[in-house]
C-alpha cells in the first residue's frame, strides 16, 4: 500500500526511464493512490508473465504526467481484479504512449471515472477485454496529432474462442472530438503485428 496525500500535495519525479513500481513478480495485492507522477517511462509495471490471480489490485486519485511509455501495465497471462478510477492520465507525446495496457485476461477489471487526456493509445487489453468494464471516463487528445493515428480503446482478439471477450463493457464514456485527426479511431477491435 502507497498512499500519498493527495495528487495536489504528494508529487514523485521519475528519471526519463525509470518506474516507480517495476516487478517481475507475482503480486498478491496493490494499493497506489493520491500521488502526482511527474516524467518516468511509466508508473506501475508487473512483467510477470504468469498467473497472477490473488486480491485486489487499485490504482486511485492519481495524476500520470509526462510519461514516455506506458504508465500503467501487466504482462500477466491471467491478473484479474484492478480496480483504476479517478485518474488522470497524460503522456509526454502521441508517438509511443499508453495509459493502460493487459496483456491477458482481466476478468472483473474496472477501469473508470478517468481522464485520459495525451496517449497514442488510451487503454489496450488483450484477450477480447473479458469482462472487463470502462465505464465513465473521459477520452480526449489534448494537443495536435504527432503519432498517427490515435487510439481511445484497443482490444486485441483472444486466440481462441474461450475467454475471448464476453462480458466486455464500455459504458457512459465521453470520446471528445478535441483536436480529433481523421485518422483517429475511437474503439478498435483488431490483431497487433509487427512494424508500423
Known amino acids: 500500500m502507497i498512499l500519498g496525500a493527495g ?3 504528494t508529487t514523485v519525479g521519475l528519471g526519463p526511464e ?8 507475482r503480486w498478491n495485492s496493490l494499493e497506489l493512490g493520491g500521488i502526482r507522477f511527474d516524467g518516468g517511462r511509466g508508473h506501475v ?3 510477470h ?13 492519481c495524476a500520470f504526467i509526462g510519461y514516455r511509455g506506458c504508465s500503467i501495465s501487466t504482462n500477466s497471462v491471467d491478473h484479474p481484479y484492478w480496480k483504476i478510477s479517478n ?10 504512449t499508453i495509459g493502460i495496457a493487459m496483456s491477458g485476461l482481466s476478468d472483473g477489471t474496472t477501469i ?3 481522464a485520459f487526456l ?3 493509445v488510451h487503454v489496450k487489453l488483450s484477450m477480447g477485454g473479458n469482462n472487463t468494464y ?12 504527432d503519432g498517427s493515428p490515435r487510439i481511445d480503446v484497443w482490444f486485441v482478439p483472444a486466440p481462441s474462442d474461450t475467454n475471448a471477450g464476453g462480458g466486455m463493457v464500455i459504458t457512459r464514456c465521453k470520446f471528445g472530438n478535441e483536436n480529433l485527426d481523421p485518422a483517429d479511431l475511437r474503439i478498435v477491435y483488431a490483431d497487433q503485428g509487427t512494424g508500423s
Do not use: K, W
Open 7 to 9: 495528487q495536489g500535495t
Open 18 to 25: 525509470t518506474y516507480f513500481i517495476d516487478s517481475n513478480q
Open 45 to 47: 509495471r508487473n512483467s
Open 49 to 61: 508473465a504468469g498467473a497472477n490471480v490473488a486480491d485486489l489490485h487499485q490504482v486511485h486519485d
Open 87 to 96: 485518474n488522470v492520465f497524460h503522456g509526454v507525446d502521441y508517438v509511443g
Open 112 to 114: 473508470s471515472d478517468n
Open 118 to 120: 495525451a496517449n497514442r
Open 134 to 145: 470502462i465505464q465513465n471516463n473521459d477520452f480526449l487528445r489534448f494537443g495536435p496529432p
